[in-house]
């Protein structure tokens, strides 16, 4: 088996998501809609031919290796995931897409609607699960 990673790459996806913008605003994906910054992934995202390339020379090598990867920024997509341990990837991706607030939001709208005396609290952040 060849695994083919490639990083964003440059298609029609990029027109159909446009949408995103508002289409999110005022719900629970909104933060982390936020952080995405579409115009910006689609600058930098490669040519679908670079991913045909990649493809190409996998199939054709004598030898290919299980992995190949495309990535746009091969340092923060490919290098650094890569050195990190898994639990500390996740802290950085929770963090990157801003998933404490999405969490502290739940946890007092859970509050409010149970009436719970942990409504006082529940306006207070709780640590993130992945922080020690």
Known sequence: MIVIQPGSIDTEIFEKARHISTAFEHTDYDPTRRTIDLRETRRTALPASAVTRRIIDALTVQHPRARYTI??????????????????????????????????????AKAQE??????ATANRPRPSPFRR
């Not at 995931?81 to 897409?97: F, K, S």
């Not at 149970?114 to 409504?119: I, P, R």
């Open 71 to 108: 990535p746009d920024q091969p340092l923060r997509l490919w290098l650094v995931p890569r050195m990190l341990a898994d639990r500390w990837l996740d802290r950085v991706i929770d963090r990157m897409l801003g998933f404490q607030a999405i969490r502290d939001r739940l946890r007092v």
């Open 114 to 119: 149970t009436g719970s005396s942990e409504g």
